[in-house]
Each structure stands twice: as C-alpha cells, then as structure tokens.
C-alpha cells in the first residue's frame, strides 16, 4: 500500500523568508501524481501545486515550487517570499494514475508565519 | 466557474441518529469523491462515484453509504451515528474518468458533524 509521510509536524518562518516542507512516499508504481494542499482554518483544500511523475522538471506556481526525487520519493515544497496568507496546515498527497484511484495523504505540517 | 459545494456545513446530530450529507461538483465533473478528516487518524478516503456507479471504497463500516445522481451531485449517509463519527466530512470533485484524463481533484469547505 502506498504511504505518506510528513515528518515535520510543525514548521515556522518569517514573513518574507523561504521555508521548505518535507514529504517522503512509498510506492511501487511508476506512473502518478503528486499534491501539495493548503488547509487553511477556514478547513477548506486548497490545491496548491501538483507533479506528474513522468515529468523530470520540477513544478513552480509563483511563490511556491516543489522538489521532486523520484529516486528517492521525495517531493519536498518551498514556500519563497513567505505571506502571513499562508499560515495554513499543508497536506502532501499522492495518487495513482487511474481514474479512480484516491489520494494518500501524509499527517500534514502546520507551517506558522511570524511577522 | 463555481466550485465544489456541500451542504450543511455545520450540523450537531445524536448517537443513533442518522445522517445524510450533500456535495454539488463543480461543472463539468463527473468523479466525486468523499474523505472524512479527524485529528486522529487524518484523512481517510471514504468512497468515489462517476456516473452514479461507486468504483472505489475506503475502508468503513456499512454505516456509511453514498450515492450519486445524474446530475453528478452526490450524498453521504451515516446510520447510527457513533460518537467517533465527529469529523470533518469532505467532498471532492474531478473531470477523471480515466488514466490520464485529469487527476487534479478538487475539494469542497466541508461538513462539520459533532455527533453527541
């Protein structure tokens, strides 16, 4: 079975600094996706960034990127320019290449903004 | 383009009652998926429909079931609600219908059960 693992349980960062989330996965699977989502308290998912696993680059949404080891099954995000906005708890994920398959997600890291 | 609704978004209910959730899909999105979310055991699958046919199933007791309607929209119910039923209840939408066909799934703000 696949897993997910977030082995940071909280994180803080400046406003304005850049901070990095861990995640590591577990899969025999060789064709997926990968997710960060941002849960706010309002508790709503808020997609933040998704990888396919066939692509070697590495996926960036303004101030947020992602660094995808397959080898290694990491795929860690950075947060750059840190905002207060994004004082959240972020969710990494994985899914299956299927159209039905769920998404595993990790325990999440609670990422605090000091300003 | 609106984006995945569920109803009611709060909602205290009784052990032994029951309950049934809402979900609107955003347009055009044919696969709905439902995740219960605790502070102990995170966020688990529940089960998914696309096109009124459940294709996946989490690991949950018969108490809970779900259905989808042509319309796409899509209910949850737990009967006999047990105290451990208390969770955040969301709901997800995506175009997937296939391999390759879009994996980006899309959630809602969620249902909040207190079950007393």
């Known amino acids: 079975a696949q897993t997910v693992t977030q082995s940071q349980p909280e994180m803080s960062v400046q406003e304005a600094e850049t901070v990095t989330l861990s995640c590591t996965y577990d899969t025999s699977e060789s064709d997926y996706y990968l997710f960060w989502y941002k849960q706010p308290p309002s508790r709503q998912m808020i997609l933040v960034i998704r990888?396919?696993?066939?692509?070697?680059q590495n996926a960036t949404e303004n101030r947020f990127s992602v660094n995808f080891q397959k080898a290694a099954k990491s795929f860690s995000l950075k947060i750059s320019d840190s905002q207060l906005g994004d004082a959240a708890m972020y969710f990494c994920?994985?899914?299956?290449?299927?159209?039905?398959?769920?998404?595993?997600f990790g325990k999440g890291t609670r990422l605090s903004v000091i300003a | 383009k609106a984006g995945v609704t569920q109803t009611p978004r709060y909602l205290i209910k009784t052990r032994g009652q029951q309950v049934t959730l809402s979900c609107s899909p955003i347009?055009?999105?044919?696969?709905v998926s439902w995740y219960q979310q605790t502070p102990g055991q995170g966020l688990q699958f529940l089960f998914e429909?696309?096109?009124?046919?459940?294709?996946n199933k989490g690991n949950f007791p018969g108490r809970f079931s779900g259905r989808q309607f042509s319309n796409s929209r899509s209910e949850m119910n737990v009967s006999t609600l047990e105290l451990g039923d208390s969770a955040l209840y969301l709901c997800?939408?995506?175009?997937?219908?296939?391999?390759?066909?879009?994996?980006?799934?899309?959630f809602g703000e969620g249902s909040w059960l207190t079950v007393v």
């Open positions: 994920a994985y899914r299956y290449n299927s159209g039905n398959t769920p998404l595993v």
């Open positions: 990888q396919e696993a066939y692509k070697q």
């Open positions: 997800a939408s995506s175009f997937a219908s296939g391999r390759n066909s879009g994996n980006t799934i899309y």
């Open positions: 347009s055009g999105h044919r696969s």
């Open positions: 429909y696309f096109s009124e046919t459940q294709r």
